[in-house]
C-alpha cells in the first residue's frame, strides 16, 4: 500500500499508525496497529473512534495484512468478520467490510490493498462534498451547536458535522460553535475543542444539559450533528444526548441538521427501531478514566445504563446533509434519499 496520512491514522513505510485519542488533548501519542486484536482493542476502547474512521481503520489494516502476504483467503475472511463485529451501531465499518470481503471474493487478496486505499481516498473527497453542500446553510454571525466528535479525528478527511463549520469558517463567516461536551467519554470536551482551537474557530464548551437553556434565549441558530447510522427512512443513531438535543431545537424552532457520507447510510435497516445500540460499561458513568488516572464518584456498584447512542426520529430534522446534497424531509419521506444514492452507483 502507498504512503496514507490523515490527522489519526497513518498508514508510512508498511507500518500501520493510530493516534491515541484517548490522550487527547493532552497528549499526541500514535500507536503502532500491527493484528486483528490491536485493532479491534483500539476500536472498543475508543482509541480510535467515529463511524467514518472505524471503517478506514479497519480497511487499511486487512488492506495491510493482505500485501504482507501471509495470509490466506479464508484467513482474511475471518478477519474481516471479527472487524466488522468490533463495535455494532456505526454502519460504516460493515459497508466498508463488505466491500472489502466482495474485493477479495470477486478478485483475490492482491486486490484488498488498493480497495483500503480507495476507500481512504474516497473517504476524503465525501468529506469534501458533504462540507460544499452544508456551509452554504450557515450564515454569516451564526451560532452552531454541535455535539461529539464529527471532524478530522473521526474521519480522514475533514469531517462531517465539523467539515460543514469549517467550510463555512473558510468561506470568511463568521461563525462561533457551542461545544457539547459529551458525556460520558467527553468526545466534544476533550476532542471537537481540540479541533476547534487548531482550525481557530471561536468556540464555547458546554455541558449537554445547558443546551436548552441557550436555545430558549435564542442563541443557537443551528445545530449540527454526525451520525453512526440512518435507516431508510431518515431516523439516525448519533451519539447519547443528539435526541435530546433534536426535541430541544424543535421546541425552540431552531433548524437541525445531520451531517453524513452515503457510507452511513443503510438502506437495508427501513426506521430506527432496527438500529443496534451498543451499550458500554458501567465505569463510564459511574466515573471518569483517562489522562489524570481514574476517579470513581458513585457509589460502588450502583446500577447504570450506558447506551453509548440514541436514535433521532426523522421528523426531528430540518435536513441531512450528505455528500450527494441537501435533502429535506418530503425528499427522504419519498425516496429521493436511495434513488440519489442509486443513480450515482452508491447502493450500499
Ligand atoms: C463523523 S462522526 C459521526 C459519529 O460517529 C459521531 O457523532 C459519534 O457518535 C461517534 O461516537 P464514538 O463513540 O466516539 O465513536
Redo the contacts with the bound molecule.
Keep these: 500500500m502507498h504512503n496514507l496520512q490523515a490527522t489519526s491514522i497513518r498508514y508510512l513505510d508498511g507500518q500501520l499508525w493510530v493516534l491515541d485519542q484517548h490522550q487527547l488533548p493532552h497528549q499526541e501519542s500514535w500507536l503502532l496497529c500491527q493484528s486483528v486484536d490491536d485493532m479491534v482493542n483500539m476500536i472498543q476502547h ?1 482509541q480510535v ?6 471503517g478506514i481503520a479497519a480497511s487499511l489494516l486487512l488492506g495491510h495484512l493482505a500485501a504482507s502476504q501471509s495470509y490466506t483467503l479464508e484467513q482474511l475472511r475471518e478477519a474481516a468478520e471479527t472487524l466488522r463485529a468490533a ?1 455494532p451501531t ?1 454502519v ?1 465499518l460493515m459497508n466498508n467490510m463488505d466491500s472489502m470481503l466482495a474485493v477479495l471474493h470477486t478478485q483475490g487478496i492482491e486486490y484488498l490493498p488498493q480497495e483500503a486505499e480507495r476507500l481512504f481516498n474516497e473517504d476524503v473527497a465525501l468529506c469534501n462534498a458533504i462540507a460544499q453542500h452544508g456551509a452554504p446553510l450557515l450564515g454569516n454571525n451564526s451560532n452552531v451547536l454541535t ?5 478530522s479525528l ?2 480522514v478527511g475533514v ?4 467539515g460543514v463549520i469549517q467550510a463555512a469558517h473558510a468561506q470568511g463567516k463568521n461563525i462561533h460553535v457551542y461545544v457539547d461536551e459529551t458525556r460520558p ?1 467527553l ?1 466534544g470536551g476533550r476532542l471537537t475543542t481540540w479541533e476547534m482551537k487548531k482550525h481557530d474557530i471561536p468556540h464555547t464548551l458546554i455541558c449537554d444539559n445547558m443546551a436548552a437553556l441557550l436555545m430558549r434565549e435564542g442563541k443557537v441558530d443551528a445545530v449540527l ?4 447510522r440512518i435507516a431508510a427512512n431518515g431516523d439516525f443513531a ?2 447519547v444526548g ?1 435526541y435530546s438535543l433534536a426535541v430541544n431545537a424543535h421546541y425552540h424552532h431552531v433548524p437541525f441538521y445531520v ?2 457520507p452515503y457510507t ?1 447510510v443503510d438502506t437495508e435497516c427501513p426506521d430506527g427501531n432496527g438500529i443496534p445500540i ?1 451499550e458500554r460499561a458501567a465505569a463510564e458513568v459511574q466515573g471518569v478514566s483517562g489522562h489524570f488516572g481514574s476517579v470513581n464518584w458513585s457509589p460502588e456498584e450502583t446500577p447504570v445504563f450506558n447506551p ?2 440514541d436514535v433521532t426520529p426523522a421528523n426531528l430534522v430540518t435536513g441531512w446533509i450528505l455528500d450527494t446534497g441537501v435533502y429535506t424531509q418530503s425528499d427522504v419521506a419519498s425516496g429521493v434519499l436511495k434513488a440519489a444514492l442509486q443513480s450515482d452507483g452508491k447502493t450500499l
Excluded at 147 to 151: I, V
Excluded at 159 to 162: E, N, R
Excluded at 225 to 228: E, K, L, N, P
Design positions: 475508543l473512534r467515529g463511524a467514518p474512521l472505524i463495535r456505526a460504516n455535539h461529539c466528535n464529527t471532524g473521526a474521519t469531517g462531517t458535522a465539523i467519554l468526545q450533528v454526525g451520525a453512526d448519533n451519539k443528539t451531517v453524513a452511513t451498543e453509548a447512542f
